[in-house]
């Protein structure tokens, strides 16, 4: 059974190649090219056209890029027994991000424990709640805020919850979607349901990085969902 499982990852690894024109291609497929993304979402060169002059007659969400970021708690994993046989077959290749520079943004990344001026969100004040015994304490990324498309290779890994205010991981989700497929766009609309919080150091992680960038000239909207928004105060609605 092992040997039959471990040979049908591999058969769906050669259907992906296939499927995304790398069948009879020598060359490694990059970052995120083995997974589609949302065909409605504007995508420069893909489904959309960038007018070469602006035009205040049409409207500017046509060209603008709506993303929701949200977590799982429950997708944890155990530390493998035997780490040396774990091999990755399309490490940063499809949906999850590549190992090697996300462990890199980690190690740099500098951790706080600051506590949320707002209410006592989960997300938030679950910073602290290392499990030793776990991997990974969980799942988040970005997805396409009108028809839920994972944006390729944007999902991470927890290791103590979102780490927020310091949200070390979200941050590196959040920049991978800003720059896959965005060239030309100049606005996104941002929904976290701790926005209120998160974008008060987001600018700042991502200077302060070596592993983060935004897209220059692009502009985030922040906001928080309808679903979201009554559990925060009303200095959140500014």
């Known amino acids: 059974y092992r040997e039959l499982m471990r040979v049908a990852r591999q058969w769906r690894q050669l259907k992906l190649l296939k499927w995304h024109g790398f069948g009879h291609d020598r ?21 959309v056209t960038l007018p070469v002059e602006y035009d205040d007659s ?30 990755w077959l399309t490490d940063g290749k499809c949906f999850m991000v590549g190992r090697a520079r996300y462990q890199a943004h980690l190690a740099l990344a ?3 424990a600051e506590r949320s001026e707002c209410n ?12 030793h015994k776990l991997e990974a304490t969980g799942i988040g990324g970005c997805a396409c805020a009108r ?19 310091r949200q070390m991981n979200m941050d590196y989700a959040l ?13 996104t609309l941002t929904f ?5 919080q998160y974008n008060k150091y987001l600018r700042r992680w991502v200077d302060e990085s070596l592993h983060l960038t ?13 679903w979201h928004i009554h559990g925060h105060q009303d200095k959140c609605f500014v």
Not at 60 to 78: E, I, Q
Not at 120 to 131: T, W
């Open 27 to 47: 060359n490694d497929p990059k970052d995120g090219e083995l997974v589609l993304f949302c065909p409605a979402c504007p995508q420069p060169g893909i489904n």
């Open 58 to 87: 049409r409207p500017g969400w046509l060209y603008a890029r709506s993303l929701v970021m949200d977590a799982n708690f429950k997708a944890k994993h155990l530390h493998p027994a035997h780490p040396e046989d774990e091999v």
């Open 110 to 112: 500098r951790d706080s």
């Open 120 to 131: 006592n969100h989960r997300a938030v004040n679950q910073a602290n709640a290392s499990r």
């Open 147 to 165: 028809h839920g498309c994972f944006v390729p290779n944007s999902m991470v890994d927890f290791q103590k919850g979102e780490r927020c205010p």
């Open 175 to 187: 920049c991978n979607a800003l720059g896959h497929n965005t060239d030309g766009l100049s606005r």
């Open 192 to 196: 976290y349901d701790v926005n209120c």
């Open 214 to 226: 935004i897209p220059p000239g692009m502009e985030i909207i922040p906001g928080i969902g309808l």
